[in-house]
């Protein structure tokens, strides 16, 4: 899903790649970008080709992934054995191959780590102290593999955004010692909180502003825990997801040396809970977050420790990547990769008498349209020149797991590897006017759904809300970051039938009511004419790329661009 990113460490690209990401191209443009192609006068869809790709197929697909039988498809469970068995089954019915190894699995090595932290958190100073509840006021994990993890009378310490980046000269560690500390740091990054377009990339998130890069770099200053405070805006999702996704079991990347260059602790606190924890400090939240967002922030001791205990179930499993091929017929060494996820998050807290996150719109709809999108290429008279090659990633709710793994271990030659083409979210209100690209400017492959958009009478936008960082928060960024050009395109903020207002509340009462809840389940009313418009772009866009000789680029300005030409020099 978009609102979940990379946790660090698996994919082999430079730190300096990283922090390079906010020197590019924003991944999204500015307002007269986005005004510079004008929309379609008409209020009628442009009529559909038989090519196998229909509303009704994705629907039938989605039905089943999503349906309380497959568990909410979260890895290590029975959901995870029906949902990758499901998705080998129908590509193999089409007629597809497995991959090199002879079947349609890619075991996919995690961790499992089942935290149960103390129900309360104690801070402790000279003359005030605060205890804090699990759940509702701090949410902790771990990835360190260690039965438990007790964090005893650590220093608290508030260290801004908590982002070194050199080239916007900020640097929140600056002469700070984090030995033994627990740094508090803000969502988001320096960019987001004022009118600023110049610092950082103003409202537009960086990488800096994901929470996976914050515990990273908390890490890398040797940190015992960090304390990420939630506020809703920056966040761009509530703290009901915060919960859900940080709860319970997670899983983690098999490392070798048992997770112990992360830090001991991970966490969050509500922006109530901060609030009070600057109030026993003596220090005002609203001052020091102002300081925090001016050039120069050097990070301050709050005078109080912090304890807590988590107490650990380890389990180390392997989980699964389905893949299936189509051979090209010509150059069979070169690939054009589809990419979604097949993971949710289970059985879970009961909302409403319902604890089945079934995920149906996350993400069952991108498996569906991977299936759709088969479906056509199978059926098409002209066969595909390169090879067609479906991915149906594990653990991407958990940060990215399984295309991280596959960028790291790849079944087909990244250079070779000409695009990739993620689906995440397959809306469902109907016939939409727009395509929007997270991530616009990044690569020529704007150009190619920008022709395929015209087909459908629809036209290209980027992301409209470029403070939630939608580009570092799916499946692409795992082959963006070893250099394959990634198009990340789908129908979301002008209806064709109903208009932009109604485009947008549709997507605000998901994300608001429905997103990484029960509520995301199977609805037969829903009008699913738009998922399969996307499905037929994102297919057109692949046919093209299938029939052409040349490679696709990484625009001048971006951050992926230098990868790809160590990679693959151009021809």
């Known amino acids: 899903m978009r609102l979940s990113t990379l946790r660090g460490g698996l994919v082999p690209v430079t730190a300096a790649l990283l922090l390079a990401g906010c020197q590019g191209k924003s991944s999204s443009t500015t307002a007269a970008d986005d005004k510079t192609e004008a929309a379609p006068t008409d209020t009628a869809s ?3 080709p038989a090519d196998g790709i229909t509303a009704a197929l994705i629907g039938q697909h989605i039905k089943v992934l999503a349906s309380d039988e497959f568990q909410g498809r979260r890895p290590f469970t029975a959901g995870e054995e029906k949902a990758t068995s499901y998705l080998a089954a129908e590509f193999k019915k089409l007629g597809l191959k497995p991959g090199p190894n002879g079947t ?14 103390d129900s309360t958190a104690t801070i402790a100073g000279k003359s005030q102290s605060l205890t804090l509840k699990y759940r509702t006021d701090y949410m902790v994990l771990t990835e360190q593999e260690k039965p438990t993890v007790a964090i005893r ?14 080239e916007y000269k900020w640097d929140d560690y600056a002469g700070l010692d984090c030995k033994g500390k627990t740094v508090v740091v803000l969502i988001n990054d320096p960019g987001n909180a004022g009118n600023d377009t110049t610092m950082f990339k103003g409202k537009a998130m960086t990488y800096y502003g994901r929470w996976g890069y914050k515990y990273e770099e908390a890490a890398r200053h040797g940190a015992t825990g960090i304390l990420i405070i939630h506020d809703t805006k920056p966040a761009s999702y509530p703290w ?6 940080n709860g319970g079991a997670k899983l983690h990347p098999q490392t070798p040396d048992h997770g112990a260059s992360k830090v001991a602790l991970e966490g969050w606190l509500t922006l109530d809970a901060a609030k009070r924890l600057f109030g026993a400090a003596g220090q005002s939240y609203e001052e020091a977050y102002a300081a925090a967002n001016k050039q120069g922030f050097r990070a301050r ?28 017929t010509t150059r069979p060494n070169e690939y054009i990769l589809y990419s979604a996820h097949w993971d949710h998050l289970g059985i879970g807290p009961a909302i409403n008498g319902d604890s089945i996150y079934n995920g149906a719109l996350d993400n069952a709809s991108g498996c569906a349209g ?19 090659v479906f991915l149906a990633v594990t653990g991407e709710e958990q940060g990215l797991l399984g295309s991280a793994y596959y960028a790291e271990h790849p079944l087909f030659s990244v250079p070779n590897t000409v695009a990739d083409i993620n689906m995440d979210e397959l809306l469902a209100f109907g016939p939409m006017r727009d395509v929007t690209i997270t991530g616009y400017g990044q690569s020529e492959l704007d150009d190619y759904a920008r022709a395929a958009a015209k087909e459908q009478n629809r036209y290209v936008i980027a992301y409209q809300h470029p ?3 939608g580009f570092y928060r799916s499946d692409h960024f795992s082959f963006a970051k070893v250099g394959i050009p990634a198009l990340y395109a789908s129908g979301q903020f002008e209806s064709r039938l109903h208009g932009k207002e109604f485009a947008e509340k549709q997507r605000k009462d998901f994300e608001d009511k429905a997103y990484h809840q029960p509520a995301d389940q199977y609805d037969p009313q829903w009008d699913l004419r738009g998922a399969e418009q996307d499905a037929r772009l994102l297919f057109r866009v692949g046919q093209r790329l299938a029939s052409e000789t040349t490679f696709p680029q990484w625009k001048e300005s971006s951050e992926f661009r230098a990868v790809r030409e160590k990679s693959r020099p151009a021809q």
């Open 46 to 48: 442009v009529a559909a």
């Open 240 to 245: 009901t997801v915060v919960q859900s996704s």
């Open 467 to 469: 403070e939630t960082g």
């Open 104 to 117: 349609y699995f890619q075991p996919v090595p995690l961790v499992e780590i089942a935290g149960a932290p």
């Open 153 to 166: 009378n650590s220093p608290l310490v508030f260290a801004g955004y908590g982002v070194v980046a050199p």
């Open 301 to 328: 001791p709050l005078g109080l420790n912090f304890s807590t205990t988590l107490h650990n179930k380890i389990t180390r499993k392997t989980s699964k990547n389905v893949v299936a091929v189509v051979p090209g």
């Open 370 to 388: 991977l299936l759709a999108i088969a479906n056509g290429f199978v059926h098409a008279k002209e066969k595909p020149a390169r090879s067609i």
